[in-house]
């Protein structure tokens, strides 16, 4: 079982920018894709953005493309989400995932999960 752990949330002003980081325990992260997804008050939780075992592809939900980067770094077991232009629309708890080989924008396809993180755009 891969326990996962999300750091880097807080509150940030419009059009700011936060790095959210998601560390893995456990020998297989190498096989897995890591994937991050969001959950505002009252709504479902969905896909932000994933990145497949290698690093080779990865995938935004369209509310993000240009704003978000996601990345890893095997080595040390860690997947990164580069967060820039931060609005109020991007406020939730933000959650990592992961899932064999490659994302799914499915939550329901995901394995592990961590405990999240909040992020708050608000002047």
């Known amino acids: 079982q891969v326990q996962l752990v999300e750091s880097g949330g807080g509150l940030v002003q419009p059009g700011g920018s936060l790095r959210l980081s998601c560390v893995a325990s456990?020998?297989?992260?190498?096989?897995?894709?890591i994937a991050w997804f969001r959950q505002a008050p009252g709504k479902e939780r969905e896909f932000v953005a994933g990145?497949?075992?290698?690093?080779?592809?990865?995938y935004n939900t369209d509310s993000v493309k240009g704003r978000f980067t996601i990345s890893r770094d095997n080595a040390k077991n860690t997947v990164n989400l580069q967060m820039n232009s931060l609005s109020p629309e991007d406020t939730a708890v933000y959650y990592c995932a992961t899932r064999i080989l490659v994302p799914s924008f499915n939550r329901h396809d995901y394995l592990s999960w961590g405990q999240g993180t909040q992020v708050t755009v608000s002047s």
């Open positions: 990145i497949s075992y290698t690093g080779s592809s990865t």
């Open positions: 456990g020998r297989t992260f190498s096989t897995l894709a």
